[in-house]
């Protein structure tokens, strides 16, 4: 498509010819369904293919959909153990497509998102090996250096933990219904983990967001990831509230927020103990306040949950809007998991 709403592939074209970008052909586009935060689209000539992200049309929340972070740990990682899409452009303003956005070179592959899909890649032993895989590369992102790859000033080095239960609860006040009858126990297991901040394990770079369909793995072997995507809430911080996010994941409730039968939560998957397990034994660190780290997990799930409800609330009715609450890929059952993920937290903390 040579037209899309929220890409205007004209001004694009200018904006890369302007920084050098080699050009052949008519610049082309197409949205990538699957997006339920920033809008991902392919955009191809002749010659390239390049994968660009930038926020979502309608309901943007504070501190979230930075472009600038998300390229910025790419770049950073370009040369690390850790495999990554290439870095492109990137522009932190509205001056191109009006809105910022980032965009990295195509990586070929297999983002396994469904239980069909997980189902073709082959039997137990092939999605055993997947996942150590997945978690060795999780585990090779902690061991990374910041400062060996810039990212020495990517966030703050220690009061980690403190700032993501600051930071969701004020996100639940932006994204919560009036008069909403989930407020009772989302402020109560928020309190609970503001009163119950372990100290940080360590500091590392956390992608914030870890799970098999964010990466792209090899389409002949999938025991080899080819790239981790979705960097949008990368920053320094406590490795093992990502480990316990990831684990977190395999939830029931993520089929909800992502409004299919998903990979990440099919039953020939590890359990969260065992992925647990798993990570700890790769990393060699123990799980230190594991409890706390899994509450915090279902906390934030449940946010990014009401913040996907927001911004389908939000949505015009555009029917070409990939937002829009009449596209078959709508996210219209995010809302009814908050409720199941924040009882999850609390009787974890329990």
Same mark, same amino acid.
């Given at each position: *498509?040579?037209?899309?709403?929220?890409?205007?592939?004209?001004?694009?074209?200018?904006?890369?010819?302007?920084?050098?970008?080699? +050009?052949?052909?008519?610049?082309?586009?197409?949205?990538?369904?699957?997006?339920?935060?920033?809008?991902?689209?392919?955009?191809?000539?002749?010659?390239?293919?390049?994968?660009?992200?930038?926020?979502?049309?309608?309901? %943007?929340?504070?501190?979230?959909?930075? &472009?600038? @972070?998300?390229?910025?740990?790419?770049?950073?990682?370009?040369?690390?153990?850790?495999?990554?899409?290439?870095?492109?452009?990137?522009?932190?303003?509205?001056?191109?497509?009006?809105?910022?956005?980032? *965009?990295?070179?195509?990586?070929?592959?297999?983002?396994?998102?469904?239980?069909?899909?997980?189902?073709?890649?082959?039997?137990?032993?092939?999605?055993?090996?997947?996942?150590?895989?997945?978690? +060795?590369?999780?585990?090779?992102?902690?061991?990374?250096?910041?400062?060996?790859?810039? %990212?020495?000033?990517?966030?703050?080095?220690?009061?980690?933990?403190?700032?993501?239960?600051? @930071?969701?609860?004020?996100?639940?006040?932006?994204?919560?219904?009036?008069?909403?009858?989930?407020?009772?126990?989302?402020?109560?297991?928020?309190?609970?983990?503001?009163?119950?901040?372990?100290?940080?394990?360590?500091?590392?770079?956390?992608?914030?967001?870890?799970?098999?369909?964010?990466?792209?793995?090899?389409?002949?072997?999938?025991?080899?990831?080819?790239?981790?995507?979705?960097?949008?809430?990368?920053?320094?911080?406590?490795?093992?509230?990502?480990?316990?996010?990831?684990?977190?994941?395999?939830?029931?409730?993520?089929?909800?927020?992502?409004?299919?039968?998903?990979?990440?939560?099919?039953?020939?998957?590890?359990?969260?103990?065992?992925?647990?397990?798993?990570?700890? &034994?790769?990393? @060699?660190?123990?799980?230190?306040?594991?409890?706390?780290? *899994?509450?915090?997990?279902?906390?934030?799930?449940?946010?990014?949950?009401?913040?996907?409800?927001? +911004? @389908?609330?939000?949505?015009?009715?555009?029917?070409?809007?990939?937002?829009?609450?009449?596209?078959?890929?709508?996210?219209? +059952?995010?809302?009814?998991?908050?409720?199941?993920?924040?009882?999850?937290?609390?009787?974890?903390?329990?």
């Amino acid at each position: *498509m040579t037209s899309l709403d929220g890409l205007d592939l004209a001004a694009l074209d200018r904006h890369l010819r302007e920084v050098g970008i080699p +050009r052949t052909g008519e610049l082309q586009g197409k949205f990538i369904s699957g997006g339920r935060s920033n809008l991902t689209f392919l955009v191809f000539d002749d010659a390239s293919k390049w994968v660009l992200r930038r926020p979502p049309l309608h309901g %943007l929340t504070p501190s979230a959909h930075d &472009m600038g @972070r998300e390229y910025r740990v790419v770049a950073g990682l370009a040369d690390s153990p850790v495999p990554v899409a290439r870095a492109v452009t990137m522009r932190d303003d509205d001056s191109v497509l009006g809105a910022p956005f980032q *965009m990295v070179e195509y990586v070929a592959g297999n983002v396994v998102r469904s239980r069909v899909e997980l189902d073709a890649l082959g039997g137990a032993d092939v999605v055993s090996a997947c996942v150590d895989s997945l978690i +060795r590369v999780l585990v090779d992102l902690h061991e990374v250096d910041p400062d060996a790859v810039g %990212l020495s000033d990517f966030g703050k080095p220690s009061g980690y933990l403190e700032r993501q239960v600051r @930071r969701w609860g004020s996100q639940w006040q932006h994204v919560r219904l009036a008069d909403d009858p989930r407020n009772g126990d989302v402020e109560r297991l928020h309190a609970k983990l503001a009163d119950s901040v372990p100290e940080q394990s360590r500091t590392s770079i956390v992608h914030g967001d870890y799970r098999i369909d964010n990466t792209i793995l090899d389409p002949q072997n999938p025991t080899v990831v080819r790239a981790v995507l979705d960097w949008e809430m990368s920053t320094l911080g406590d490795p093992l509230s990502d480990a316990a996010l990831m684990c977190v994941h395999r939830d029931p409730a993520l089929n909800l927020i992502l409004n299919e039968e998903t990979a990440w939560t099919a039953p020939q998957m590890p359990s969260p103990d065992e992925l647990a397990h798993r990570y700890a &034994m790769a990393s @060699r660190q123990p799980l230190a306040h594991w409890e706390f780290q *899994m509450a915090l997990g279902y906390f934030k799930l449940a946010i990014i949950a009401a913040g996907i409800d927001f +911004r @389908r609330r939000m949505a015009t009715e555009n029917p070409e809007n990939p937002e829009n609450p009449d596209n078959p890929d709508s996210d219209d +059952r995010a809302g009814q998991a908050v409720a199941v993920l924040i009882a999850r937290g609390l009787e974890t903390l329990s």
